[in-house]
Nanobody, 125 residues
Framework: EVQLVEFGGGLVQAGGSLRLSCVVS????????IGWLRQAPGKEREAVSC????????YYRDSVKDRFTVSNDNAKKTAHLQLNDLKPEDTATYYC??????????????????WGQGAQITVSS
């Protein structure tokens, strides 16, 4: 059974930092995409960032560029999303997701096959 388990999240003041982790288990292939997506109340889900385990390429939505950093440890099948200089508009539930895609990252709107349980991030002003 494929599982994605998220760690991290919490409450932070504006300008603060948090780190999310996503551990993949039960997925036997080494080539895939990990996406980080978020959904705020009353808003549509949006892709924040993604990383290819094949070539390490990454992609970020404009609003988080230079603030968020995605990384992956292939050996541990663990992805991380470092969130710096957080803003109140970053408040959302963040999900990691796995897509069975092999490609260089030029976008993050892939079809995701497996999802983490979600982690709440709340940024106070």
């Amino acid at each position: 059974e494929v599982q994605l388990v998220e760690f991290g999240g919490g409450l932070v003041q504006a300008g603060g930092s948090l780190r999310l982790s996503c551990v993949v288990s039960g997925f036997t292939f080494d080539d895939y995409v990990i996406g980080w997506l978020r959904q705020a109340p009353g808003k549509e889900r949006e892709a924040v960032s993604c990383i290819s385990t094949t070539d390490g390429s990454t992609y970020y939505r404009d609003s988080v560029k230079d603030r968020f950093t995605v990384s992956n440890d292939n050996a541990k099948k663990t992805a991380h999303l470092q969130l710096n200089d957080l803003k109140p508009e970053d408040t959302a539930t963040y999900y990691c997701a796995l897509s069975m895609t092999v490609a260089t990252m030029t976008r993050c709107n892939w079809e995701y096959d497996y999802w983490g349980q979600g982690a709440q991030i709340t940024v106070s002003s």
